[in-house]
């Protein structure tokens, strides 16, 4: 970054570009959008211009002029693509080269008439049919058509197909129909009802609803496969997995959408709240700003839209007509059209813009926690405490673990963490002593009994959370021990399930369900890891030396000393099995290892 002397503000924001698909914008001095440009990988692509000189002039004279940036995140690079176009088309960067008009771009129509067809076209045509697209790679939109003629058998004629022209006899049938790549339309050999549910499930392909129609296909192949009727459900199996890997088109791009504003809101559920402005033009969005807020007396996500659309009026001059939302502000607007999507393109947009919103917060995160790393941590620490209903930050917390396979060798283990980091130094291992059998709820009493008199004896810190690996019987057991040290309450205790998002709490039988985005529970997950990881470790370490001991127990006049000398040096009972007898007398003498050496082989 240094090599090109930009300023401290963009070389940080370039730091915390997220690895998604999006598109990015170059600005010069004047607030200029320069150039724009696409990426699969934001954070690779954009730092790509500022860790090298280039090869080309243009490109360095480029980098030179770029003063500020920002970015749009898209769900995939097919958006990207298509948001790229169109915004190069809004704003004419000089250093980008000028796109063609959309009309150079091609479109998938499916015809307004009794029997559809489906075809590719750069001309749109307002006769009622309908348009997919447009396509910025044409590849895309030819790879479309032969998976939808692949799979369903659309005629491809431009006879007129009125059922007057049909009854009058003078459809004929073509090649196409013998090919069985026609069902005959043009004679009627199939109703209009019949040919047009196939259409219905190509609209949905062209939306990208594939959902229904795979679910549709899985089903009716089971019911092929019941039947014996294996060569149909093979058929429907190869349809089923082209549609599978057909990547649906740009979400970003919409025809039925000419000229729409979206607000999409992120909200922390504390105090700080993001909401993206969209603006969508001829379906592209050609616009995107986000503001931040913070609560002061506990504002609603309506109230704030209503701010936002406000400031947006004001700031950039913007005039609303329809606006898509989340939720209906809570203003009064002359002459604005509210609209709350459920699904279809407007969803999507939505969605799109909820996104950014959220991105926005991950950014502001980001930037805050490496200007003071420590913030990062007590944030998650107070989610901890918000998520558990704990009295008070939980910077120690330790998690308790059983391990035993067929009742043999029970161990627990404890690990440590602190400011929601391990501190392996701290982690214990405990071998059951008192609980005969596989009893993990009487083991885990023991185990939090053995830790816990213990630092209170020796007046070591406690933790403020106590984690234990199971759900209501062993933490009724981890219940019990602190009651009986007279703990409870000092400390804080909760079980998780197997299932890791349940976590259970003393006197309640309703398991808490964690979101499986938060960092709460990406903490419980390291927290339960590391104790299988190093409990399991200590488990087959005490097995095997078990093992390894017996099988040498069993030998008459072998001792202690003499099984400590062999394991010493041989480090195992396989590698003294393979040892020559000459080997294992150096360690132990002729006489002692002539006895070994046959016990071992015999």
């Given at each position: 970054?240094?090599?090109?002397?930009?300023?401290?503000?963009?070389?940080?924001?370039?730091?915390?570009?997220?690895?998604?698909?999006?598109?990015?914008?170059?600005?010069?001095?004047?607030?200029?959008?320069?150039?724009?440009?696409?990426?699969?990988?934001?954070?690779?692509?954009?730092?790509?211009?500022?860790?090298?000189?280039?090869?080309?002039?243009?490109?360095?004279?480029?980098?030179?002029?770029?003063?500020?940036?920002?970015?749009?995140?898209?769900?995939?690079?097919?958006?990207?693509?298509?948001?790229?176009?169109?915004?190069?088309?809004?704003?004419?960067?000089?250093?980008?080269?000028?796109?063609?008009?959309?009309?150079?771009?091609?479109?998938?129509?499916?015809?307004?008439?009794?029997?559809?067809?489906?075809?590719?076209?750069?001309?749109?045509?307002?006769?009622?049919?309908?348009?997919?697209?447009?396509?910025?790679?044409?590849?895309?939109?030819?790879?479309?058509?032969?998976?939808?003629?692949?799979?369903?058998?659309?005629?491809?004629?431009?006879?007129?197909?009125?059922?007057?022209?049909?009854?009058?006899?003078?459809?004929?049938?073509?090649?196409?129909?013998?090919?069985?790549?026609?069902?005959?339309?043009?004679?009627?050999?199939?109703?209009?009802?019949?040919?047009?549910?196939?259409?219905?499930?190509?609209?949905?392909?062209?939306?990208?609803?594939?959902?229904?129609?795979?679910?549709?296909?899985?089903?009716?192949?089971?019911?092929?496969?019941?039947?014996?009727?294996?060569?149909?459900?093979?058929?429907?199996?190869?349809?089923?997995?082209?549609?599978?890997?057909?990547?649906?088109?740009?979400?970003?791009?919409?025809?039925?959408?000419?000229?729409?504003?979206?607000?999409?809101?992120?909200?922390?559920?504390?105090?700080?709240?993001?909401?993206?402005?969209?603006?969508?033009?001829?379906?592209?969005?050609?616009?995107?700003?986000?503001?931040?807020?913070?609560?002061?007396?506990?504002?609603?996500?309506?109230?704030?839209?209503?701010?936002?659309?406000s400031e947006i009026a004001e700031s950039l001059g913007v005039k609303f007509d329809e606006v898509i939302v989340a939720e209906e502000p809570d203003v009064e607007m002359s002459g604005v059209r509210f609209i709350i999507p459920q699904r279809?393109?407007?969803?999507?947009?939505?969605?799109?813009?909820?996104?950014?919103?959220?991105?926005?917060?991950?950014?502001?995160?980001?930037?805050?926690?490496?200007?003071?790393?420590?913030?990062?941590?007590?944030?998650?620490?107070?989610?901890?405490?918000?998520?558990?209903?704990?009295?008070?930050?939980?910077?120690?917390?330790?998690?308790?673990?059983?391990?035993?396979?067929?009742?043999?060798?029970?161990?627990?283990?404890?690990?440590?963490?602190?400011?929601?980091?391990?501190?392996?130094?701290?982690?214990?291992?405990?071998?059951?002593?008192?609980?005969?059998?596989?009893?993990?709820?009487?083991?885990?009493?023991?185990?939090?009994?053995?830790?816990?008199?213990?630092?209170?004896?020796?007046?070591?810190?406690?933790?403020?959370?106590?984690?234990?690996?199971?759900?209501?019987?062993?933490?009724?057991?981890?219940?019990?021990?602190?009651?009986?040290?007279?703990?409870?309450?000092?400390?804080?205790?909760?079980?998780?399930?197997?299932?890791?998002?349940?976590?259970?709490?003393?006197?309640?039988?309703?398991?808490?369900?964690?979101?499986?985005?938060?960092?709460?529970?990406?903490?419980?997950?390291?927290?339960r890891d590391e104790a299988h990881r190093f409990g399991i470790t200590h488990h087959r370490n005490r097995r095997s030396k078990s093992q390894a001991v017996s099988e040498l127990d069993g030998i008459k006049g072998v001792g202690e000393k003499?099984?400590?000398?062999?394991?010493?040096?041989?480090?195992?009972?396989?590698?003294?099995?393979?040892?020559?007898?000459?080997?294992?007398?150096?360690?132990?003498?002729?006489?002692?290892?002539?006895?070994?050496?046959?016990?071992?082989?015999?």
């Amino acid at each position: 970054m240094a090599k090109h002397g930009k300023s401290a503000s963009l070389t940080e924001k370039i730091s915390i570009l997220p690895d998604t698909p999006g598109v990015y914008m170059y600005y010069d001095s004047e607030g200029t959008v320069i150039y724009v440009g696409k990426a699969k990988n934001l954070k690779r692509r954009v730092s790509s211009y500022f860790n090298r000189t280039h090869d080309s002039l243009r490109t360095n004279l480029l980098v030179r002029a770029i003063v500020d940036m920002s970015y749009i995140v898209v769900p995939t690079e097919q958006d990207a693509l298509n948001l790229e176009a169109s915004m190069i088309k809004e704003y004419q960067p000089r250093y980008n080269v000028l796109l063609k008009d959309d009309k150079s771009y091609p479109w998938i129509v499916v015809t307004n008439e009794p029997y559809p067809r489906v075809f590719m076209t750069r001309q749109r045509i307002k006769d009622g049919s309908k348009f997919y697209g447009p396509y910025t790679d044409t590849a895309s939109a030819r790879a479309t058509l032969d998976l939808i003629k692949r799979i369903y058998c659309i005629r491809s004629c431009r006879q007129p197909m009125s059922q007057e022209w049909i009854r009058a006899g003078k459809g004929r049938l073509c090649l196409d129909y013998h090919l069985k790549r026609c069902k005959g339309c043009c004679t009627g050999l199939v109703s209009v009802e019949d040919y047009n549910k196939d259409i219905e499930k190509i609209r949905a392909i062209l939306r990208g609803d594939t959902g229904e129609l795979l679910a549709y296909l899985r089903e009716s192949m089971e019911e092929l496969s019941l039947e014996m009727r294996f060569e149909e459900a093979q058929e429907l199996k190869e349809k089923y997995d082209l549609i599978k890997r057909y990547q649906s088109k740009s979400v970003i791009v919409s025809q039925s959408i000419e000229d729409i504003d979206v607000f999409g809101i992120d909200d922390d559920g504390e105090n700080d709240v993001y909401i993206n402005y969209m603006h969508v033009r001829r379906g592209a969005v050609v616009r995107s700003v986000t503001l931040d807020f913070r609560r002061r007396l506990d504002e609603s996500r309506a109230q704030l839209l209503g701010y936002a659309m406000s400031e947006i009026a004001e700031s950039l001059g913007v005039k609303f007509d329809e606006v898509i939302v989340a939720e209906e502000p809570d203003v009064e607007m002359s002459g604005v059209r509210f609209i709350i999507p459920q699904r279809g393109d407007k969803a999507k947009l939505l969605e799109v813009s909820c996104r950014n919103a959220r991105q926005h917060r991950v950014d502001k995160i980001k930037t805050m926690e490496k200007l003071n790393p420590e913030t990062r941590t007590e944030r998650i620490l107070r989610r901890i405490q918000s998520d558990f209903r704990l009295s008070e930050l939980p910077s120690h917390i330790e998690c308790f673990d059983n391990s035993n396979i067929q009742g043999t060798n029970p161990v627990a283990s404890c690990v440590v963490f602190k400011d929601a980091k391990p501190s392996k130094k701290d982690y214990r291992h405990f071998n059951i002593k008192t609980v005969v059998g596989p009893d993990d709820f009487a083991s885990m009493k023991e185990v939090l009994t053995r830790r816990y008199t213990r630092l209170v004896n020796e007046g070591q810190e406690l933790p403020q959370l106590i984690v234990v690996d199971g759900g209501k019987g062993q933490l009724s057991a981890a219940v019990e021990a602190l009651d009986e040290m007279g703990l409870r309450g000092k400390i804080a205790v909760v079980g998780i399930a197997k299932r890791l998002e349940e976590i259970y709490f003393p006197g309640d039988s309703i398991p808490l369900y964690i979101d499986k985005n938060s960092e709460t529970l990406r903490v419980v997950q390291h927290l339960r890891d590391e104790a299988h990881r190093f409990g399991i470790t200590h488990h087959r370490n005490r097995r095997s030396k078990s093992q390894a001991v017996s099988e040498l127990d069993g030998i008459k006049g072998v001792g202690e000393k003499t099984r400590t000398a062999l394991l010493t040096h041989f480090k195992s009972v396989k590698r003294l099995r393979e040892a020559d007898l000459d080997a294992i007398a150096e360690v132990i003498g002729p006489a002692k290892a002539s006895v070994v050496y046959s016990a071992l082989h015999d």
